[in-house]
């Protein structure tokens, strides 16, 4: 029987999981399976995103004829050749003959490599930045080579603004019944799979998915609908802002890893001694064995810890084999910027460590730690002087948590006042036709009879001026969904430079006549301005609220929150940039001195909300 799921209006999920199969691409166990993704649209033409592996065809191919139903298939998109997700097609080919493969040019050349069926007749050439009308929804084709294939693209719906990302964003995992990373707790229960998946499969290609990154910031993504995993259809900023880690090759945490290699323990036992160690001054350990654990989820561990410590014997004069595979694994998976630690172990002729750190030296921006533990046969008493030194030097590496300030009396640290734990809002406010919208963290409830609230607005924006002219204005409370280009969108540009509400489709007027927001906030309040007072910068305008209402149950944003999820992180670059760059947003000024009244054209803060570039 069919089993399929509505994504969206008219999207539907026609994919299928595999809980069967062992190995992945035949080399990464997938212990709680696997899903392949395909997804139909059925618009005025009927089109299928991608098919999936032979594995599931069954399943698949009764989903696309239930959602079909007394249609036919008028065209298959291929946005990645590899047979996990084509190896169907040739079956697609003969159930709907007159169906059109809409693909790239070396799509074609792997599909005549991988199939007898014409191809030729059949394919709609899609190139960078091509689009394709299939009646309501317009598509927009975007190259992606080496994610994870050279053939690679993704395709970006303009009018629901949904992403088909072939394998990024993927996961390894069935989806046991939930479609919707939001259906799951997907952080708690899937985020270690979702960095295996991606470590492994496209971790060599960090510079590649930088370039999908940043293309992808340019749109406003209200859902991303990957090849293998969850959809997303809220939350992803914080799954965005994973991969900008995983991209650039940049830790996530600060601790140490240790594998190790021990045939008959003397080499695990140097590893827990320094382990315990490194314990002892509050430095976090994780350790496995190689012989053990597989080698994709050490790697995936390796992209996650700044320190690495390899522990090996020495065995045939070279380096135990699961050990020196799994270095050759993670040269080829390109890790780079990490502290290394090394410990040998040999009995007559100890050779590992050496070894072991010329494959390491041909990654980029490896730190070896200065000592190394060499040990012969077993770790002895006057050995522990050494462990404690590499200990020491690898915290010396660590970054230093920091340190109470002493302030002297009166003055000032600005830092301070990014403690405080105030939301963000959306302010709203409408003159005459002109609608305008701005992002505020200033909403705060003065008195509960009558319901009273006061917001601060910063003279600069456009929706200030409309507030004093009008004494009227919506504030939307900014939820957790809400996606980075909502900010972007809200807080980057100006009202007088464009209209932030044409086209915007996540609005609706409230009874005063003014947008709020529909999506990516949990309530919006009303307000009658009764009080405007003039505060330099800001004016702060004290407000009767004239409606509330709750329009999600998702938590509210805080500031805190705003930063450690949904911003991204600032990228590295080779690049040395001379400036000032604003903590709110990341403009940057570029220039010795900021001016003192410098105000950021983008978010609007004034010049004590940058910090030198250094
Ligand atoms: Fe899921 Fe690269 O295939």
Not at 420 to 447: H, M, P, R, W
Not at 531 to 547: C, I, K, P, S
Request: charged residues 20%; hydrophobic residues 40%.
């Amino acid at each position: 029987m069919y089993c399929y799921r509505k994504v969206k209006e008219d999207l539907y999920w026609v994919g299928a999981n595999d809980r069967r199969l062992a190995m992945f691409e035949g080399v990464y166990s997938v212990p709680d399976g696997v899903s392949y993704n395909s997804y139909l649209l059925m618009d005025e033409k009927t089109v299928l995103f991608d098919t999936v592996d032979k594995a599931v065809s069954d399943t698949f191919f009764e989903n696309v004829e239930a959602v079909l139903g007394d249609r036919t298939l008028d065209y298959v998109i291929i946005h990645h050749m590899e047979p996990d997700h084509s190896a169907t097609l040739d079956g697609l080919v003969r159930r709907y003959p007159d169906m059109k493969i809409i693909c790239n040019e070396k799509i074609v050349v792997m599909m005549k490599q991988f199939f007898e069926f014409d191809v030729d007749s059949r394919a709609v050439l899609m190139k960078e930045g091509s689009s394709f009308n299939t009646g309501k929804h317009n598509l927009v084709f975007v190259m992606a080579p080496m994610v994870h294939w050279p053939e690679v693209m993704v395709s970006y719906d303009t009018t629901d603004k949904i992403l088909f990302s072939a394998d990024a964003f993927g996961c390894f995992g069935a989806l046991n019944g939930a479609l919707f990373a939001d259906e799951v707790d997907f952080m708690r229960d899937y985020l270690d799979e979702a960095r295996r998946y991606y470590t492994n499969i496209v971790g060599k290609y960090g510079t590649q998915v930088q370039a999908i990154l940043k293309k992808a910031s340019a749109l406003e993504i209200d859902m991303i609908c990957p090849l293998h995993g969850f959809v997303w259809r809220k939350g992803h900023g914080d799954f965005i802002s994973k991969y900008m880690h995983w991209s650039t090759y940049t830790p996530e945490e600060n601790a140490v890893m240790i594998a190790y290699a021990s045939v008959y323990g003397h080499t695990e036992n140097a590893a827990e001694v320094l382990a315990c160690k490194l314990r002892e001054v509050g430095i976090k350990t994780v350790m496995f064995d190689v012989s053990v654990t597989p080698a994709s989820d050490i790697i995936s561990a390796c992209f996650r810890y700044s320190h690495l410590v390899f522990a090996s014997t020495t065995y045939n004069a070279g380096i135990f084999v699961n050990m020196e595979a799994l270095l050759h694994d993670l040269a080829a998976h390109n890790i780079q910027n990490r502290t290394v630690a090394l410990i040998e172990n040999g009995s007559w002729a100890p050779t590992s460590g050496k070894l072991m750190r010329e494959i390491l030296s041909g990654c980029k921006n490896i730190t070896f730690i200065d000592t190394e533990l060499s040990v012969k046969s077993s770790v002895k008493a006057d050995q522990m002087a050494v462990i404690d030194q590499m200990v020491k030097e690898i915290a010396a590496t660590m970054p230093k948590k920091t340190e109470v300030s002493q302030v002297p009396a009166g003055e000032m640290d600005a830092n301070a006042m990014f403690k405080l734990s105030y939301g963000l809002f959306v302010l709203t406010a409408k003159e005459g036709d002109k609608d305008n919208g701005c992002i505020i963290n200033t909403t705060v409830q003065l008195t509960d009879t009558p319901k009273r609230i006061t917001i601060a607005v910063n003279k600069a924006n456009a929706t200030h001026d409309m507030i004093k002219n009008t004494g009227v204005f919506n504030v939307s409370v900014l939820s957790t969904d809400a996606p980075f280009q909502m900010f972007q969108h809200f807080g980057f540009q100006s009202g007088r430079d464009v209209d932030k509400f044409a086209g915007y489709e996540n609005a609706q007027r409230s009874a005063n006549g003014l947008y709020y927001l529909t999506s990516g906030s949990n309530a919006v309040i009303s307000g009658q301005v009764i009080e405007a007072r003039d505060y330099g910068t800001h004016t702060l305008f004290v407000a009767d609220v004239t409606e509330a209402r709750i329009i999600s149950d998702v938590p509210s944003v805080t500031y805190q929150y705003y930063f450690d999820h949904i911003k991204p992180k600032p990228q590295p670059t080779d690049e040395k940039k001379v400036g000032w760059i604003c903590k709110i947003c990341g403009f940057v000024y570029e220039g010795e001195e900021l001016p003192a009244d410098y105000i950021c054209p983008l978010c609007k803060h004034g010049a004590e909300d940058f910090e030198k570039i250094q």
